[in-house]
C-alpha cells in the first residue's frame, strides 16, 4: 500500500524557517519522483518543486531562492525546507509522488498518490 505522510508543519514568525518531511512508502526499492505543493484557503493547489529519482530538483516561482527539496533514499524521506517565510506562505503543504523515469514535474496533474497534507502557519 503506497502512503505518503508528511510531517514538520506548524506556526512560524514570519521571517522564519520549516523544515517539511515526507515519509514515502509501498514503493518498494523505487525512489520516484516526489514534488511538493501547497493550497492557501480559498485558492487553488500551487506547484512549489520536484525532485527526481537522480536527485535533480526543479523549482517554480514561489519556491526559488527560498525552499530547498532534498532526498534521503536510505530513509524513503524528501524534505522541503523553507527559510524567509512570509504570511503569503500559510497553506496546507503536500507531498506527491509520480512515476516517470526520467526528470519531475511541478504540475500537480502529473502526480499519482498525494500525502494527508501538513499546515503550516506563518503569523506574529
Wanted: with cysteine; aromatic share 10%.
Amino acid at each position: 500500500q503506497v502512503q505518503l505522510v508528511e510531517s514538520g508543519g506548524g506556526l512560524v514568525q514570519p521571517g522564519g524557517s520549516l523544515r517539511l518531511s515526507c515519509v514515502v512508502s509501498g514503493f518498494a526499492k523505487d525512489y520516484r519522483p516526489i514534488g511538493w505543493f501547497r493550497q492557501a484557503p480559498r485558492k487553488g493547489r500551487e506547484g512549489l518543486g520536484c525532485i527526481s529519482r537522480g536527485g535533480n530538483t526543479d523549482y517554480t516561482d514561489p519556491a526559488k531562492e527560498r525552499f530547498t527539496i532534498s532526498r534521503d533514499n536510505a530513509n524513503n524521506t524528501v524534505y522541503l525546507e523553507m527559510s524567509m517565510l512570509t504570511p503569503e506562505d500559510t497553506a496546507v503543504y503536500y507531498c506527491a509522488a509520480e512515476q516517470r523515469a526520467l526528470g519531475c514535474t511541478t504540475v500537480k496533474n502529473g502526480y499519482d498518490y498525494w500525502g494527508q497534507g501538513t499546515q503550516v502557519t506563518v503569523s506574529s
